[in-house]
């Protein structure tokens, strides 16, 4: 089923309501997309000439799909596929490929299922508590469908330039004015006078932040993090080794002066992956900070504060459940840092896809919506839903482990949510659970004998006493998960 809504999405847009917005949108497009232009054009126009057509083509363009058979082909193909019933435990997409003798296109069974149509549950299924990859989400958006599909015809902005005669532009103004009026909403974070780089997810711009940052540097810089950190963190510094920047483990928090003499780079993340804590680096560091807020969003914690650090970084996979589709962006304060950020984007994948962009455009603008039109209830938003998901899984698993001796789960504190207007109790993306005997030095091990597959604590720079397990996955593997624990808690 589409609606006309739908379609919306496509059009041009008025300008925002907010006139901060506008001028925000009108910052981005003239200085910083100016200095860029300043920075790499030699690049660029050695790139542009060496793809420019010779001579000018002068026939009149192809007429317009004049009728709508295209669209309703088009329409039809993906009604077909999501029509199709895989007993809740699958999906069938337009571009499945598993075909069966009559022709029809098969299931793709969700984990623990399988079957023609997923509706077999395979015995003893281990429960894979390992990725934090947001599924939740998809029941969201199968709820939903008029307000996350959105149509991409053949020759939708193909080129690598968003616009003609936008020869340095690789972002959606759109989605760039989604994104600030999203944070507005929800009260998260400052992006008045900020600049907005894309990426191809936050992945791509914690080591744009870092590259960008060490140029600005006259000295090799020192990258840190207080584990228990995202393991990213550490794993990309040490694979993109470069000579402007190194790993250089915790910071050393005592010291007043800056580790092995050279800047420090310190990289957090807020609420922090995996303990769920808000952390924020003392005011008299040496270094200076990137903010990852990959989880500062009211279905994952209370909203406290708008946020406002020189370098911030947000993600629309923990937001909306498409880490799939690659976006994430960085909110700077430093023209010269977004500038910087932009020629790494540029050098290392040319910006960032524009079906990826339009598609985030229409899901972000959902959201807003979902929350600003008054025909809509607020607790259709998703926020409302993922927090319930996540309070009811947190409730869970705090009931099984207050039954063990053996083991402890993190406590993350009940504050009052600006968003919400009330108290949010915990709803954590992970739980970080701790082996308490002396014997279980390995707790991932512990969990693997119990069926469960998590994440061991050396991936966050910490002791393997810790495992961490993921809460953002589908319900069924959730249920899995706590049914496991259960068995495991109750030897013992
Ligand atoms: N930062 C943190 C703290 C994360 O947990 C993740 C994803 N697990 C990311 C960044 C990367 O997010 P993405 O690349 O999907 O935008």
Known sequence: MVHSEVYEGLLPQPPSASPQARDEDRGWGSSLKTCALCVSVLFNLAFWYSSAPQQVALAPPAPAA???SWLSAAVQAAETAAMRSCSGHGDVFIDTVLVGSDGAQICECHECFTGPDCAVPIPDCAADADSGDPQLFEDYWRRHPEMGTVVTPGWYRIGYQFRDGQMFNFFNNALEAAIRELHALTGNAVTEGR??????GSMQLINAAVHSLALQQPNISNVVALAPYYGAYELQTKWFNTANYRWAGEPERSSSTSLNGGPVIELIASPNNPTATIQEVPSNTSGVVVYD??????????????????IMLFTLSKITGHAG???????VKDLDLSVKMMNYLFINTLGVSHDSQLRATQLLRSVVKSYTRPTMSPEKGIFHYGHEVLLARWARLEAIFSKSSRFSLQHIETQHCSFFGKKSAPSPGYAWVYCERDEDMDCSEVMLRANITGRAGMFFGSSNRYVRLTLLRRQTNFENLAAHLSVLVSQG
């Open 66 to 68: 004049a009728e709508s």
């Open 195 to 200: 600049y907005i780089v894309l990426g191809t």
């Open 293 to 310: 807020h990959a989880y500062y969003w009211p279905h994952l914690t209370a909203i406290t504060k708008a946020v406002d650090y020189d």
């Open 325 to 331: 589709t690659r976006i994430g962006w960085a909110i």
